[in-house]
Every structure is written in structure tokens, then in C-alpha cells.
């Protein structure tokens, strides 16, 4: 029986980690983080899933401390794979596995190395994005590729739902691959570096919207930050705002000297300095979802300056 340590987090890890135990492999040992007190958890735990089907488990603030790595190397894995886990795993970790170590990416590599790369994907307008399953080595997320697939990304899809679609492309690449896997005659295909780039973490402060751009790019950066994300936020006649959900309504790149947000036909449309106009969907003023009539009641009638 083939045995593997799994490290993951997030629903990628788990249902990962269900394909993982649908193909008969011997899950010896589940590492995954606690949550954080700070942090909005609305995803599945791993942890649960793992004592639910009565797999140790750990949670170590370290994992390449020397005490981890001669706890894996006693449990003899022949594979190693993570799945959505947040710390880099260390090259003297990946070798304790003879049979490789394996990372589960949430883009189509090579594109979006790095963190976040949904929100990422999002923000710079992609139409398609997926899961990619490939070897890991000591640059992340550079190794060869076993497998991968692509899912759409639709004009007002927020990262939330992108995520889904991702989790399930995860599920399907890994089901697909994972017997060519244990077989030992599954495809490397080397990453071309060059035909992507690196990304870094996003900061809440990231969300802060620059109306000095256009529409599509007000849009594309509201539906990556998103809920349960921090959400775009801003200013309304000089009141802290977050813009929770928006649609185009013009793309057009006519500039105007200010952005301002106006109530035209019982409706909240913000007008862009970079061109183009959006509706906005979903307001938040003071912590308080406000609609168009109470906007006006708690401001003036506007036409109100959007931003600083």
C-alpha cells in the first residue's frame, strides 16, 4: 500500500485529502495549522475531516524543525503532497519522501506563482484559471508539472466562487492523476518560468479602491476581495465605506476630473476618473449595509466624491 504525509488546509485539503483515501492510499500522518482567533473561518477543516476518519494530526508552528522532520522520516512516506498549506516546506523535508513531494497550486502554472493567486487572477482581469498539481522543489511552485485543470473565471465572479470552481478542479486533477501517481509513470512536464510570474501576499490595505482607474479595474479588484475576503473599501463624502459587490455597466475610456457616485433611476452608480461607470450592488457605510433611499437620507442627494 502506497503511504504519504499530508499537509493541508483550507477545502482544497480536504477534499484532497478524500481522494487521497478513495485511492486506498495509507494517510499516516495529516499536518495542518491551527486556526488563527484573528482570522474569519469559513472554510472546512482538515482536521476534523482527519479525526473523522481517525488519522493523527498534528499542527506545529515549525514544520522543518528537526523534531517534525525525524517524526516524518520515522513514519517512512513514500509520498509527500500539500495541499492549500501556508508554510514552505524546506528541501531537506521535501527528500524524506522517496517517492516525491507533491504541492497542489491554485492557478494554471506557470502563471500566478506565489500567494493568493485566485485574487491575483482576478485583479489582473483573467477570463481562466485551475489547479495545478506539481512536484515540489526549493523555488515554490516551480517544479514539474503532473497535472492540471481550468476552470473559467465569469465577468462577476468573486474570488469566493472562483474558489469553489478551483477546489473542484483540485479534486478532479488529483482523481485523474493519482493511479499513473502510484503506478510511478505519471508525466513531468517541466515549467517554462519565463511564461509566468511571482506574486506576493495581499494586506487588507490592498482593498483600498483608486478611483483614479477604470470600471473594469474598480470591478475586477470589489469581486476579488470580496467576502469573506475584507472587501474594497473607500471613502463617500467623506464617510468610510466598503464596496461589496458591483456590475459594469460602461467600459468606455472616457476620463473625467473626479469620481463620484450618483442616484440615477433608484439606482447607485459610481462614475470613475479612468472611465467607465459601475452600479453598485452592495454598500456598507459605518459597518451598515445602506440602500440607495437611505444613502440619501443619511447623507444628502447627491451626487457624492468617491474616495479621498
Not at 488563527?36 to 476534523?48: C, L
Not at 516525491?100 to 489582473?124: D, E, F, Q
Not at 479534486?171 to 512536464?189: C, D, K, M, Y
Request: proline letters at 7%; one cysteine or more.
Amino acid at each position: 500500500m502506497t503511504r504519504a504525509v499530508v499537509f493541508a488546509y483550507h477545502n482544497v485539503g480536504v477534499r484532497c485529502l478524500k481522494v487521497l483515501l478513495a485511492h486506498g492510499v495509507d494517510v499516516a500522518l495529516v499536518v495542518t495549522h491551527t486556526d488563527h482567533p484573528d482570522e474569519r473561518i469559513w472554510f472546512d477543516s482538515v482536521a476534523a475531516t482527519a479525526a473523522d476518519y481517525g488519522i493523527p494530526t498534528i499542527a506545529p508552528e515549525n514544520p522543518n524543525a528537526p523534531e517534525e522532520l525525524q517524526r516524518l522520516r520515522d513514519l517512512a512516506p513514500d509520498f509527500l503532497f500539500s495541499f492549500y498549506y501556508r508554510r514552505m516546506l524546506m528541501p531537506e523535508l521535501l527528500a524524506i519522501a522517496p517517492r516525491g513531494a507533491l504541492n497542489m497550486h491554485g492557478s494554471l502554472l506557470p502563471k500566478y506563482r506565489g500567494r493568493v493567486p485566485i485574487n491575483w487572477a482576478i485583479i489582473r482581469g483573467e477570463t481562466e484559471t485551475g489547479a495545478t498539481l506539481h512536484y515540489m522543489v526549493a523555488k515554490p511552485d516551480a517544479g514539474d508539472i503532473v497535472g492540471q485543470t481550468a476552470v473559467p473565471i465569469l465577468l462577476d465572479d468573486t474570488a469566493r466562487e472562483v474558489l469553489d470552481k478551483v477546489t473542484v478542479a483540485a479534486e478532479l486533477t488529483l482523481h485523474r492523476v493519482l493511479p499513473a501517481l502510484i503506478a510511478g509513470n505519471a508525466p513531468r512536464i517541466a515549467q517554462n518560468l519565463r511564461q509566468g510570474s511571482y506574486f506576493s501576499g495581499r494586506k487588507p490595505e490592498d482593498g483600498r479602491i483608486d478611483w483614479t482607474g477604470s470600471a473594469v479595474g474598480v470591478h475586477n479588484l470589489v469581486r476579488a476581495v470580496a467576502p469573506p475576503y475584507p472587501g474594497a473599501f473607500t471613502t463617500v463624502a467623506g464617510q468610510p465605506a466598503r464596496i461589496l459587490r458591483t456590475r459594469v455597466i460602461a467600459a468606455n475610456a472616457i476620463r473625467i476630473p473626479e469620481p463620484f457616485l450618483e442616484l440615477v433611476d433608484g439606482r447607485l452608480i459610481a462614475r470613475c476618473a479612468g472611465g467607465g461607470a459601475l452600479q453598485v450592488l452592495t454598500l456598507e457605510i459605518a459597518g451598515e449595509i445602506v440602500d440607495p433611499a437611505q444613502l440619501a437620507a443619511q447623507l444628502d442627494s447627491g451626487p457624492w466624491r468617491l474616495g479621498a
